[in-house]
């Protein structure tokens, strides 16, 4: 057994996927039990997958018993589903999203409201919650209308996230990067659940395409999905202001299907080795590694992965991967005495596209 890691004991895996309608092999929903007390195995137990039309983004209700899942394809709908005590999923209830190609949500800390991010028409929409944990009709939508110097993909403004920010006192403020306009919307959420602004738009460098965002004490670090950079901004007022713009790979880049596309990004954080920023790179299908200090970001390591590492999640020192046209999910334990990275375990999953775990 190597004790120079440290392993978690298990959880619900809740997988979204692309189905047959968004080119993917998914059967909807994946649910897997996983029992990590023995180090030495990997106990995965797969339940029965709920059928839906390409659930590509799922987060959890605080209480760990209901997850709520988005279909990227036509019509757009919003899920609700019980995650049973043995990971069998069962739908609860689901609503119109009325939008096109969501592909993001965020729930509340008070777990009154839901918001999810459309890719397509470039908006977010709010949903009430209910106590049992079941949403209700939209209460609100707000559509951006920016673009960008690349005439394919910056076209129209295109919300590719919704990240809460948990600092903000008041009204629930929320951050939208917006991959079509080359900025991170700051927006609120009043006790209605109403939407706007919460000040002015973080500006990145024109045709940087932000995609997702981590936050961290007095930093925000965006991974740039045209530019395949990460963009470091440091806490400034309401904003931030950049202060560090870095290449998420030292692969050479591409064209095509080759073209580095930075995707997932996840922090980790040690006294060891303090914060470090890691970030899946598709076309070149790997995982960048960086650390975080003070208003520097360095690379300190990069590894090969499964192919088109679409989500990144880190949950203690345990790194989750999915790889979406590899069909596996692959996972990676920080050894603390070196800050390295090193394979653990994979499994077949088709077509996935987020990782969700519930303890």
């Excluded at 120079?4 to 004991?9: E, L």
């Excluded at 995965?44 to 394809?73: D, I």
């Excluded at 076209?155 to 990240?163: F, G, L």
Aim: charge should be negative.
């Amino acid at each position: 057994m190597d004790t120079s890691t440290t392993r978690d004991p298990g959880a619900h895996i809740v997988l979204g996927g692309y189905t047959t309608d968004m080119g993917g092999t998914a059967p909807g929903l994946a649910s897997y039990r996983w029992d990590a007390s023995d180090a030495d195995a990997v106990d995965l137990v797969a339940q029965p997958a709920l059928p839906m039309n390409s659930p590509s983004w799922v987060e959890a209700h605080p209480n760990g018993e209901v997850v709520y899942a988005v279909s990227e394809g036509h019509p757009g709908m919003l899920y609700a589903i019980r995650l049973g005590a043995d990971g069998r999923l069962s739908e609860g209830n689901a609503v119109p999203i009325d939008g096109t190609a969501a592909c993001h949500l965020a729930v509340t800390a008070d777990a009154r409201h839901l918001v999810a991010a459309n890719y397509g028409d470039g908006a977010v929409s709010s949903f009430p919650i209910a106590a049992d944990g079941s949403i209700g009709d939209r209460i609100d939508r707000y559509a951006f209308d920016l673009s960008g110097p690349d005439p394919e993909r910056q076209d129209a403004s295109h919300a590719h996230q919704a990240v809460m920010d948990g600092r903000s006192a008041g009204t629930d403020v929320f951050w939208v990067p917006d991959l079509g306009g080359d900025v991170v919307h700051r927006m609120r959420l009043d006790a209605d659940g109403r939407i706007g602004r919460a000040g002015d738009p973080v500006v990145l460098p024109g045709g940087s395409g932000p995609r997702h965002l981590v936050l961290t004490a007095d930093h925000m670090v965006v991974a740039c999905e045209l530019s395949a950079q990460l963009w470091l901004g440091r806490r400034d007022g309401d904003g931030y202001r950049q202060v560090a713009l870095v290449d998420s790979s030292d692969r050479p880049n591409g064209s095509g299907q080759d073209r580095i596309h930075p995707s997932g990004i996840g922090l980790h954080r040690s006294e060891e080795h303090g914060v470090q920023v890691l970030v899946a790179n598709r076309g070149c299908d790997t995982v960048g590694v960086f650390r975080l200090d003070g208003d520097s970001l360095t690379g300190i390591d990069e590894f090969d992965t499964g192919a088109w590492p679409r989500d990144l999640k880190v949950v203690d020192d345990r790194l989750w991967l999915a790889s979406q046209a590899g069909n596996q999910v692959i996972t990676h334990l920080l050894d603390r005495s070196t800050g390295r990275w090193v394979p653990d375990f994979a499994f077949p999953a088709p077509s996935p596209a987020c990782i969700l775990l519930v303890r």
